[in-house]
């Protein structure tokens, strides 16, 4: 290190500093930068950001797991570190695990600026907008750009625990791997990151988007709630007039967020459309966020003749047949559910239909959903059959799995209800006319279970119960 590190007495100090460092660093950068733009830079104008990295040390006593002992090490210290970015915009997520790891350790906590570059492209973003073609070209060779050696998901996926390394990581990702992510989010949402909530739906419908706006409004005009953020970052207060026009040309996967009062949860919804390689992509980038749950709502296709057009499906298990996560999940590593949530989606759902505890069995269905990644799944159903028969599966998408599968991955708890929307091994498909009445009929009131399930895991959050030791493996981050 080039810098001293700080012991910082409370977590609030920590991240106090964090703050101010990273703040310094990106003025470093930018106005490095500016004298490239403008002039041309000095041989000893060198001088780039770097990321503040935070350690923490904890007495080997007292640490759960001593990992050094397999590999034939002992130490009087367990050290955890991490570089981080933006943190202003996890001053939360940094205030309640740094708090939660003094309250159960005496730890020490370290800031300090580590040897890591900030990437150019990642402390501003459009730098290079204005750049004659010359100088733009030339960026490589003054600034850094982003390493994608490093850029991975290497702790996530448990490859750090043979690294051999003294220093345990702190978190789950790393500063770069924060970064990419964040751009990404606003490349394919179109809002940033600051508006998501800590509780997220996934849909595949755009149905439920335009139900949840119109819920998003009247809580906002009922002033239960701050405001609606709309793609472009377009804001609706308590005076009902958005802040911006709608944005010209929809992103790929837009996401709006309620941002509620009263201590109730704000909730985030993004329509990821149709297919796996959606899925996979935009959780692999809100993962960062660290959010206390996904949801996925949204229609299935139901494959056992006792289901009926507009019962709910409640996923107990997942046939994985989308393949997108098998390189890094193969998909021999069994989906556990997780208690908490699917207790909350029951309840909801009996809560919000008002059906009797004796009747609740014959409108929600729970076992296996599989996800398919090919949409036209039942022109080769003969090559099928005999796999949905051997996997007891009673629905079927191209979503599910796949946003349950990265939950797994990245430790965050998640869940499915789908909608049964047709029944196409029993003659019922899904037609223009009949999805009309369907939908006008259930997206309503399964948006509304979605959102109740939401409060009920909520209560969860706050009592610590609902980040299930079961998404945890050993050698794992401090940070959840």
Known sequence: MTTEATLCATPAEAVALLEKLYTEQIEITAAR?????TTKLADDDRAQGRYPQISVEIPADQATET??????QLSDVNCYRTTVTEPGLYRTYFLDQLSRIAETFTAKIWVELSD????????LEDASAGLERAKKEKLPNYFHTPNLVKTNDEIVDGGQIFAGEET????LFTAERVDYSLHRIRHYCATDPVHFQPFILFTNYQRYVDEFIEYGLEEVAAGNAEMLVEPGNRMTRSDGKPSIPPIAKPPQMPAYHLVRKGGRPGV????IGVGPSNAKTITDHLAVLRPHVWLMIGHCGALRRTQRLGDYVLAHAYLRDDNVLDDVLPPSIPLPTIAEVQLALTRAVQ??????????????????????SDRNWELRFEQIAKRLNQSRAIAIDMESATVAANGYRYRVPYGTLLCASDKPLHGEIKLPGMADAFYQERVGQHLAIGLRTIDLLAKEADAGTLHSRKLRSFGEPLFR
Request: glycine share 8%.
């Open 268 to 271: 985030t919804i993004v329509n």
């Open 33 to 37: 930068f500016g004298r490239y733009a």
């Open 351 to 372: 809560e919000e239909t008002g059906i009797d505890q004796s009747e609740l069995k014959q409108h929600l269905r729970t076992g296996t959903v599989v996800t398919t």
């Open 168 to 171: 345990s990581a702190l978190a």
């Open 116 to 123: 890591t570059p900030i990437p150019l492209a990642f402390a």
């Open 67 to 72: 990992s050094h002992l397999a590999s034939g």
